[in-house]
DNA sequence: CCAGACGTTGTT
DNA sequence: GTCTGG
DNA sequence: CCAGACGTTGTT
DNA sequence: GTCTGG
């Protein structure tokens, strides 16, 4: 019987931030989310707790913010711009698991230019390969060639053409469909490079707390916040043609090197009942659209806008998964499998939907 | 002019 | 590469 | 997205 | 805490 298991309500990312280790007053204020202001040359070992003052609507509110080091306090005006640590959700995790022959088929390829295995991945995350459906004219075509359809493998996370090294890739996962025509990492692949990922679905992580147990009385027993994993799906089991983008980059310093393709995934916001939970989803290409959203002749950042439509509601099915998901080393259908009774200490006894 | 960023997620 | 901030 | 690391000195 | 790697 799961019904008087307590009950999992979405909590925020707490406020107080606690560090531990050898740290310097940079370290605090930055674990409050001041990153700018005063300085503090005070250096030490041991433990510190910071409070900072509440966010809303992405500024401050007015007040000081008190960092506690020992026997020394220290304000700071809370006026400052605030950063958030790596605290939320986004579209970072998926599975695509067609096989080559099914990719060609349904996107209509004209040219397999994936080289190697396409091998079923059900745990896909930054930095992999994954496959991607891209028009492009061929390397050496003269100019007005007809682009072809092609079947790749990408690099998951954009590394812009001017990047000294490809590790900004793996903070490029995303592009927010509402500024991707205007960012300067994006704007020029979004106007002539864009692609299709298929997905089979995707996975995000809920931040849960059970509620307080009454058997405890007073005792005010602070429960570690913990996070449930859960995969997304269409209902009518289609391919997820998510939007994406591509770029090739090439190292400077090495002019034989090979041309490295990486892609990003465009995001929106969720329809009402995904956003209940979640506001954001990778953005869906419909069918009737693959066309024009891979034409790569077509460069009007307004024309390009016109084909992102978000989800409509009551698309997709989610449900709760195993934390096996969680490490990048786990991978098997078991990953998109309903979590069964017992799964993860029982966070969670069954599906939102 | 040069230096430095270039991105996303979240909201008690 | 190109834009913003100082 | 999560997991896991997170540093320096010197140089037989 | 922040950053990198997968």
Redesign the pocket.
């Known amino acids: 019987m799961t019904s008087s298991a307590p009950v999992p309500t979405?909590?925020?990312?707490?406020?107080r931030?606690?560090?531990?280790?050898s740290?310097g007053i940079q370290?605090?204020r930055?674990?409050?989310?001041f990153t700018?202001g005063p300085t503090c040359s005070a250096r030490g070992r041991g433990s510190r707790t910071a409070s900072r003052p509440?966010?809303?609507?992405?500024a401050a509110?007015r007040g000081r913010a008190r960092v506690s080091m020992g026997r020394m306090t220290r304000y700071m005006p809370a006026t400052m711009r605030?950063?958030?640590?790596?605290?939320?959700?986004?579209?970072?995790?998926y599975a695509t698991t067609r096989a080559r022959q099914e990719l060609l088929d349904e996107f209509q390829v004209q040219v397999d230019a994936a080289g190697g295995e396409i091998q079923p991945d059900y745990n896909v995350?930054?930095?992999?390969q994954v496959p991607a459906v891209l028009a492009r004219a061929p390397k050496d075509a003269p100019d007005g060639e007809e682009a072809v359809r092609q079947l790749r493998t990408l690099r998951?996370?954009l590394v812009?053409?001017?990047?000294?090294?490809?590790?900004?890739g793996?903070?490029?996962?995303?592009?927010?469909?509402?500024?991707?025509h205007?960012?300067?990492?994006?704007?020029?692949a979004f106007a002539k490079r864009r692609c299709l990922l298929p997905a089979d679905g995707y996975?995000?992580?809920y931040?849960l707390q059970q509620s307080d147990d009454p058997a405890e009385g007073e005792k005010k027993a602070k429960r570690k916040p913990q996070?449930q994993?859960f995969f997304i799906r269409p209902k009518d089991g289609a391919v997820m043609a998510m939007a994406g983008l591509y770029e090739l980059w090439k190292p400077r310093d090495d002019e034989d090197a090979d041309w490295l393709w990486t892609c990003?995934v465009?995001?929106?916001d969720?329809p009402d009942d995904l956003g209940r939970i979640?506001?954001?989803m990778p953005m869906v290409v419909r069918p009737d659209q693959w066309d024009a959203w891979l034409d790569p002749g077509l460069t009007d950042p307004d024309e390009v806008r016109g084909l992102l439509v978000p989800a409509m509601a009551g698309t997709m099915d989610a449900y709760p998964v195993s934390?096996a998901?969680?490490?990048?080393?786990n991978n098997g259908p078991e990953l998109i499998e309903p979590a069964s009774d017992g799964d993860n200490s029982g966070n969670h006894s069954g599906a939102l939907f």
């Open positions: 979405l909590i925020a990312p707490s406020i931030t606690r560090v531990s280790g740290f370290s605090i930055s674990a409050i989310g700018d509440v966010m809303m609507n992405g509110t605030l950063k958030r640590g790596r605290m939320g959700t986004m579209c970072g995790r995350a930054p930095t992999k998951w996370g812009p053409s001017w990047a000294k090294d490809l590790s900004i793996s903070r490029m996962i995303n592009a927010r469909a509402e500024t991707v205007e960012k300067p990492s994006y704007r020029r996975f995000e992580w931040v996070k994993p990003t465009i995001t929106t969720a979640h506001d954001r934390k998901v969680n490490s990048v080393k």
